[in-house]
């Protein structure tokens, strides 16, 4: 069994509700440098004034595209322009899953690969939301993720009809390449499935729970 110091060091802890207060924001960033989460998860427009209050004792990380990815790419640059200029350091970007849907892979590769090189050194996690897709769909995601030089792939936006399973970690694990890392997010709600998670094969599982759960 993991302890849970290790268990945090997994953990980008998160708040990304559409009602989510700044009193909620503070508070998450408090139990974050607490507990020494990965990082923490959290809408765009809270990402400057994090920064400005906690400085360098937070990874920040946003979301772009979120939580349906259609916007276009232009919009998705923006987006991600300026979380990086506020002082985001990791972007978990939503692809879009229309392009999906009509088999158009190729856009959705050259749109990842787009972002990476905007994103640099920093860290892209690429949500594919598989709970909408087939099993070939989403292997096709992980070829062009890993395609694409993304840093993760990430299964799920917590917002969509359910949320990562054991067993789609366990496809993405065969394949990607060597050097994606997988996340898992949404409906993660015990300790037992945070280890599970992590046995499989996640580098980060996305949770606004962590803290109760290990409590």
């Given at each position: 069994m993991m302890n849970k110091e290790q268990i945090y060091q997994y953990v980008d802890h998160t708040a990304l509700r559409p009602m989510t207060s700044w009193t909620d924001i503070v508070r998450l960033c408090e139990e974050a440098i607490e507990h020494h989460t990965a990082s923490v998860c959290i809408p765009g427009c809270y990402v400057k004034r994090v920064h400005e209050t906690y400085g360098d004792r937070l990874t920040i990380c946003t979301v772009v595209g979120f939580p349906l990815g259609y916007t276009s790419t232009?919009?998705?640059?923006?987006?991600?322009?300026q979380a990086?200029?506020?002082?985001?350091?990791?972007?978990?970007?939503?692809?879009?899953?229309c392009d999906v849907k009509n088999g158009a892979y190729?856009?959705?590769?050259?749109?990842?690969?787009?972002l990476k090189n905007l994103v640099g050194e920093k860290i892209?996690?690429?949500?594919?939301?598989?709970?909408?897709?087939?099993d070939e769909e989403?292997?096709?995601?992980?070829?062009?993720?890993t395609a694409a030089g993304a840093d993760y792939i990430k299964t799920s936006t917590?917002?969509?009809?359910?949320?990562?399973?054991?067993?789609d970690v366990k496809l993405m694990k065969q394949h990607i390449g060597a050097g994606?890392?997988?996340?898992?997010?949404?409906?993660?709600?015990?300790?037992?499935?945070?280890?599970?998670?992590?046995?499989?094969?996640?580098?980060?599982l996305g949770t606004s729970s962590a803290v109760s759960i290990l409590r």
């Open positions: 232009a919009g998705k640059l923006a987006e991600t322009e990086l200029r506020d002082g985001a350091s990791e972007i978990d970007m939503v692809i879009n899953l190729d856009a959705v590769e050259e749109e990842i690969r787009t892209l996690k690429v949500i594919i939301e598989t709970c909408y897709l087939t989403k292997i096709a995601m992980c070829k062009a993720v917590g917002f969509g009809t359910s949320g990562a399973t054991l067993a994606v890392k997988i996340k898992a997010a949404g409906g993660i709600r015990s300790r037992q499935e945070m280890e599970a998670y992590i046995q499989t094969g996640c580098s980060r």
